[in-house]
């Protein structure tokens, strides 16, 4: 094993050749882009063309150093990718890590001017980083020795952008195209398709611009023309300006521009031929009030180093206007009290009609970056509908005369089958409270977890939607489940109002508030792996001159209980439901407080941007109809419910509550992956 050292000396030198350089501004008026462009091909026909007088990067000036927050955001990507619309670097998946072998290569000799040297050969290499020391990857373009053992496995070339202010573009050669291979962007603005993902990564370079707007018809020819230009050697390099057209608030709501300035530089393998060609891109940022371009010195902004952060931060700024804009600083800072949040909710919460449609756009845009678009899918089984518990509002509470049931071992094996074979990421169980639950909860945990195995494995998390119970019984629960699937504790609170909350519970267990509220601090005590809270929306009558002044009091009190939560075992809940209450076949009971749809939406909009590492999820008992209007704001939807007692495989009518969206599980897994939510 060869050892590392942290600046070891003596790597052998480069010479850059005598770069042969275009230019192209196409920062003008339509006419005048396409006068430019079309220059630009006869000159580039020109095997004697010399640069423009007009350019200004020179290639010992093409590569500035990463600062420190570039560096670590860059790095954090490497390590751990995230599958968002805006994760930094993306490959194609037909790139081969080999190939980063040759695109460091060529690389190397442009790094020198920000220290960054080595050798490389198709055998590998060694590289010497001022900052990080020295890194030997093999053949296959994988890291293999370093000071850092977390980078071992990892692409050399991902890595060597970390230390790169700017963004990187590859494109490479496959047979007779030239295909857009990788994207490694902070700010990001190819566009993206509904998954989230870049439309340009594995496209042929000349098709994809030919069919671009407005000038398509000159642009495929000139990637074309670039291409040919490398191929004869009668260009080196192409610098291209372009004008800043996306316009965006800083975090002090100053309109600016966003300005990119792209070169192109060749790659070639051992025998000279063009293998492909490297996109490097300088982004700015002005003030749209600024006369002169960063181009020519104009002043440029320095901006969070992600696009993500951007938008985050602008998130907050965003929110502050809604309240104070003089709290905006305060909103900032890592030390923001709870109190001092929930206050600006609640001036929210206030003003709803006057800031929903800024705030469903914001709310969209974080769940997007979080989750990508995409939905998760959990199942369902109630395996008892006994209890002793007399509440109100719900269809299986002891005073109703219906016959009640617990699934013996072979009717569980039925109904987690019937679930298992749409394979659901998530599968939650739920029964009601009763002498010897506890029992019958560890069963269907060791049923489930044998089912699941025989099923392919496909589960992701298990969730246990139960009464509260106490430490001891919640250990058994823990001890009976096995393997390594995380184990969710979930229990809605029905109100956080103990005064309301005692209206609707009569008598059982469930009276005892306190118990209740307290009962996910028992579950993480006894080693669950998750808890998940909740409220059910339309019981709170505390102000009868506003009926929703009740359910804006739930929607503050989740928000506190999540934080609780946080502070007292360091992590917040993973999922959230606010399940509106709806009358019950066979019951007299009337949702006190109505929550219509337009409300529903924005609560959940709130909720998202308030807790936005909790999974928002969204039951049938609303509508397909509403449901795809609230998607863009959650992240897990239920699977065909039939909230009845082996409901699964067998005909039931005892349904805790009616079902808004009826669905099978075919259809809505079918219409789930049509729409890209899946």
Do not use: W
Request: hydrophobic share 35%.
């Amino acid at each position: 094993m060869k050892t590392i050292t942290p600046n070891p000396a003596g790597f052998e030198s480069f010479e850059i050749p005598n770069y042969k350089k275009a230019y192209l501004d196409v920062r003008g008026n339509s006419m005048e882009i396409v006068e430019n462009l079309r220059n630009l091909l006869i000159s580039l026909e020109d095997d004697s063309f010399v640069s423009d007088d007009r350019e200004i990067v020179h290639y010992e000036e093409l590569f500035s150093p990463a600062d420190s927050l570039v560096y670590q955001k860059k790095r954090e990507d490497l390590l751990n990718p995230q599958k968002s619309q805006y994760t930094i670097a993306e490959f194609d998946e037909n790139y081969e890590s080999t190939q980063s072998v040759l695109i460091v290569q060529q690389l190397l000799p442009f790094l020198r001017s920000i220290g960054i040297d080595g050798r490389v050969s198709p055998e590998g290499g060694e590289i010497n980083f001022p900052q990080t020391g020295n890194v030997i990857f093999d053949s296959e373009g994988k890291i293999q020795e370093t000071i850092d053992p977390e980078l071992v496995g990892k692409d050399i070339f991902h890595f060597i952008s970390c230390h790169i202010h700017q963004d990187l573009a590859v494109v490479l050669k496959r047979k007779d195209e030239f295909v857009y291979a990788s994207d490694i962007s902070r700010f990001e603005k190819t566009p993206k398709n509904e998954n989230g993902k870049n439309m340009f990564l594995g496209k042929n370079i000349v098709d994809f611009h030919s069919a671009a707007p407005n000038f398509g018809k000159q642009l495929g020819p000139i990637f074309q023309k670039l291409i040919n230009a490398f191929e004869t050697k009668s260009l080196d390099m192409l610098t291209v300006d372009l004008f800043g057209q996306k316009i965006i608030e800083d975090a002090e709501f100053n309109k600016i521009r966003r300005f990119e300035r792209d070169t192109f530089i060749p790659l070639r393998g051992d025998n000279d031929e063009l293998q492909g060609f490297i996109g490097v891109a300088n982004v700015f940022f002005q003030n749209t009030k600024e006369t002169m371009s960063p181009y020519e010195g104009g002043e440029s902004y320095e901006l969070p180093p992600t696009q993500l952060e951007l938008q985050t931060k602008n998130f907050v700024k965003r929110i502050s206007s809604i309240t104070n804009s003089k709290i905006s600083d305060e909103l900032l800072q890592e030390n923001l009290s709870l109190e001092r949040k929930i206050e600006i909710i609640q001036t929210i919460l206030k003003n709803k009609d006057l800031y929903r449609k800024e705030l469903l756009n914001m709310a969209a845009e974080r769940n997007l970056e979080i989750a990508g678009g995409k939905l998760n899918l959990y199942g369902i089984s109630y395996i008892s509908d006994k209890c002793v518990n007399d509440c109100s509002y719900c269809g299986h509470n002891c005073g109703e005369e219906n016959e009640r049931s617990t699934l013996t071992d072979e009717e569980m094996n039925l109904d987690f089958r019937a679930v298992l074979k749409h394979q659901p990421h998530e599968f939650c169980i739920l029964a009601g409270e009763y002498q010897g639950s506890v029992d019958d909860y560890c069963r269907a945990l060791k049923i489930l977890n044998q089912v699941n195995k025989e099923s392919g494995e496909h589960l992701q998390r298990i969730s246990l939607n139960v009464a509260p119970l106490s430490e001891q019984d919640f250990g058994k629960i823990v001890a009976a489940h096995s393997g390594d699937i995380p184990l969710q504790y979930r229990l809605f609170q029905e109100s956080y109002d103990p005064q309301q909350y005692a209206k609707y519970h009569h008598s059982g267990p469930k009276r005892d508030f306190e118990s209740r509220i307290t009962a996910q601090d028992r579950a993480l005590k006894a080693g669950f792996d998750e808890v998940g809270i909740g409220v059910l929306m339309g019981l709170n009558t505390n102000d009868v001159q506003d009926q929703n002044a009740g359910n804006d009091f739930e929607i503050l009190s989740l928000i506190q209980h999540a934080h609780q939560i946080k502070e007292k075992h360091g992590r917040f809940p993973t999922g959230l439901s606010i399940p509106r209450h709806q009358t019950v076949s066979g019951s007299n009971f009337e949702t006190p407080s109505p929550v219509d749809d337009d409300l529903y939406i924005f609560y959940h909009a709130l909720l998202k941007l308030a807790l936005p590492e909790t999974n928002l999820i969204i039951t049938s008992r609303e509508t397909s109809d509403l449901i795809k209007k609230i998607e863009p704001y959650i992240n897990t939807r239920d699977l065909a419910p039939r909230p009845g007692v082996g409901g699964n495989f067998r005909p039931t009518t005892n349904f805790q509550n009616e079902l808004g969206d009826t669905r099978t599980a075919e259809e809505i897994i079918q219409d789930l992956k049509k729409r890209l939510r899946l």
